[in-house]
């Protein structure tokens, strides 16, 4: 069956300007997570979704960013006024289930280059 | 809060040989989930293998294993018989203590000798 899938594949915004990035989940997954991955490091959290509820958005890193799966399967990351520290890959990762021990599959990302 | 250290930025290894990359974790639980994803030049993190940590036994998953010892918090992985294919950054993370999304390290680059 199909993955999980991101688009754009790639970004480029200039510094000021609000981008959207899309994930599809595979389809009957209940969990949705984002993560942030700077060059060189690893992924880091940023907000999670069991269905269309956002339980935590503990990572996010300011009030710029915000997130959303309104009907519980498509998910869109948003940032307002993207500043150069906001370069990174955008990974989005679904599960079945929630709980630490369902395994998440990953997208291929979004890589946001901010000028 | 719970942390991983990978200490290997970078390791190489002839094709056909056997590879350690480590992993150390750090936390207060009991009950948690450890993994190793293998992300590729493509960026598409894939699952290597998982642990549980209230199983004894070593997860394999034919040429990966782990040596996951609890009390030390260790849980390095270990690929035999590598293959060109092998190449790409691994990830070590940990699931548990009431946090929803997974902890990352820092990753290894592993690299592949023809």
């Known amino acids: 069956g199909a993955g999980v899938s991101q688009s754009p594949r790639y970004k480029v915004a200039k510094r000021g300007q609000d981008v959207a990035l899309r994930c599809d989940p595979i389809?009957?997954?209940?969990?949705l997570f984002w993560y942030q991955q700077a060059l060189g490091q690893g992924p880091e959290f940023l907000t999670y979704?069991?269905?269309?509820?956002?339980?935590?958005k503990s990572g996010l890193p300011s009030d710029r960013f915000f997130a959303e799966r309104p009907e519980g399967s498509v998910s869109t990351l948003k940032i307002q006024r993207t500043q150069q520290e906001d370069s990174a890959v955008y990974l989005c990762?679904?599960?079945?289930?929630?709980?630490?021990?369902?395994?998440?599959?990953f997208g291929p990302g979004t890589r946001l280059t901010v000028l | 809060a719970q942390t991983v250290t990978q200490s290997q930025p970078e390791m190489s290894v002839q094709e056909a040989e056997t590879v350690t990359l480590s992993c150390t974790y750090d936390?207060?639980?009991?009950?948690?989930?450890l993994f190793w994803y293998k992300q590729p030049p493509s960026r598409q993190m894939i699952l290597v293998i998982r642990?549980?940590?209230?199983?004894?036994q070593n997860a394999t998953e034919n040429r990966f294993s782990v040596n996951f010892q609890k009390a030390a918090k260790s849980f390095s992985l270990k690929i035999s018989d590598s293959q060109l294919g092998d190449a790409a950054m691994y990830f070590c993370?940990?699931?548990?203590?009431?946090?929803?999304?997974?902890?990352f390290g820092k990753g290894t680059h592993l690299i592949i000798q023809p």
């Open positions: 990762a679904s599960s079945l289930n929630r709980g630490p021990a369902d395994t998440q599959y």
């Open positions: 389809s009957g997954h209940v969990s």
């Open positions: 979704f069991q269905n269309e509820a956002q339980l935590d």
């Open positions: 936390t207060s639980e009991s009950d948690y989930y």
């Open positions: 642990q549980e940590a209230y199983k004894q």
């Open positions: 993370a940990y699931s548990g203590g009431g946090a929803d999304g997974l902890t």
